[in-house]
């Protein structure tokens, strides 16, 4: 999978970081049928990649270690199951202004089960890195 763009043009992710009340809501449902668009619990993202490399036999790398790691930390589960990434035509990145637009639109709703709404880039600078007890 590419997280740039033929230009090497740096790619966007939204994530919604929700209540425990949160479930489906036809506004915003609505909102991502426009775009789409659906929603990812980070966490089982982070359960589906761990299968993943464990079926390809690719489990001797730090970013594999650290999900599994993660998937199997009950306080980190509880953190990254009120975690939704959102997909654009089933892409986990995208370009800037359809990133932009989705939280313009998503603000909007003013629903009171997303407690904040959050734009990701994928320049390795701005995201963490596994820490070095996984190296």
């Known amino acids: 999978m590419s997280y740039y763009t033929d230009h090497g043009e740096v790619l966007y992710q939204i994530r919604l970081n929700v209540t425990d009340e949160f479930n489906d809501n036809d506004q ?47 306080e980190k589960k509880t953190k990254y199951k009120n975690i939704y990434s959102i997909y654009v035509n089933k892409q986990q990145v995208y370009k800037e ?28 600078k701005n995201n963490p890195q596994p820490p070095k007890k996984f190296k």
Not at 103 to 122: H, M, Q, R
């Open 28 to 74: 915003l449902n609505n909102l991502l049928d426009e775009y789409d668009a659906s929603l990812m619990c980070q966490f089982d993202a982070f359960v589906f990649f761990v299968r993943e490399c464990e079926n390809k036999k690719e489990t001797d790398n730090p970013l594999y270690k650290w999900t599994k790691d993660t998937v199997e930390n009950d």
């Open 97 to 124: 202004n359809k990133a932009d637009s989705l939280i313009k639109g998503i603000k909007e709703l003013n629903l009171n089960t997303i407690k904040s709404v959050d734009k990701f880039d994928t320049q390795p």
